[in-house]
């Protein structure tokens, strides 16, 4: 974790800069594969899904942050889902557990819809800035979590 954590810094710190990674128009479906494999097995260990696949959808040029919302979106779910079932079906996630989560949907949506209002008044540029700024939390989270 503590390998991941360091790359997703240095890759945010990286995409700050004038030296932004951006991939090219064939590399993005193999990219998605190795971006996805890492997140999956990222995900397996300590359900930190989202750094890798923020870091692949920040790499893609053009992506407006209305895209990267629907796709990191969809991406969350197809990991989430069958880690959830995973979790459930091997006793970890018992009944009052998926019950506690279903009721903690709640808040989440609320504050999705928050976020979506909020997203309107940020521009493209600013919302890139933001999106950096969380991979840079997230990592430092990774380091802290591997020195717990």
Known sequence: MVVVGIAVIAFAILQASHYRLHLSDAAVRPAGLIFGGASGLIG????????????YLISIRGLSKNQFVSSISFLYVSAVVP??????????LDQRLLVYSAFATIPVTL??????????HISDARFQYLIIGILVVSGISMLWRAYQ
């Open 111 to 120: 504050g999705l819809l928050l976020g979506q209002r909020i997203r309107r």
């Open 83 to 92: 880690w959830a079932i995973t979790l459930y079906l091997f006793g970890i």
């Open 44 to 55: 397996g260990v300590c359900s930190f899904f989202g750094p890798m696949l923020i870091v």
